[in-house]
């Protein structure tokens, strides 16, 4: 009976070393963080171009672009994360890699990492976005890429 046991141990382990290695997400939810975020838009830290950061993850992010003023097409740019978006209020154009998009409320939109995009606030645009990687860590919100860019 106690040679059953320790097979039965022994293999579990093997099987539960084995997901983990291959990231299993059963496994890394169980040994992962379990606290809670909650940032206020109200008290929410600002980004040099008037982004609100709100929750952040380990491997995503969102932001808060609010009321940003109707503003000639941005300086096309770059940048080293996913972006995927919501728009609440306004409308603005998305040119990315030729290609153009308006944005109205209700739309959502993907801005693929590395790809060469710009913005055009046509009236005065409210959306949300998550970012992958986090975009404000290392400072990479601050070089492009963004909506108020």
Known sequence: ?????????????????AAWTAGDESVNRAMGDKSITKVSSATAPRGARGQKYL????RVSMRLWEEAATSPPKETTTADYETVGYVIAGTAELHLEGQMVLLEPGDSWIVPKGSFHSYSIL???TAVEATSPPAEIHGRDEHGGATGT
């Open 55 to 58: 929750a952040s993850g380990i």
């Open 123 to 125: 009236k005065d645009f």
């Open 1 to 17: 009976m106690i040679a059953i046991l320790v097979w039965r141990f022994s293999t579990l382990a093997a099987k539960n070393k």
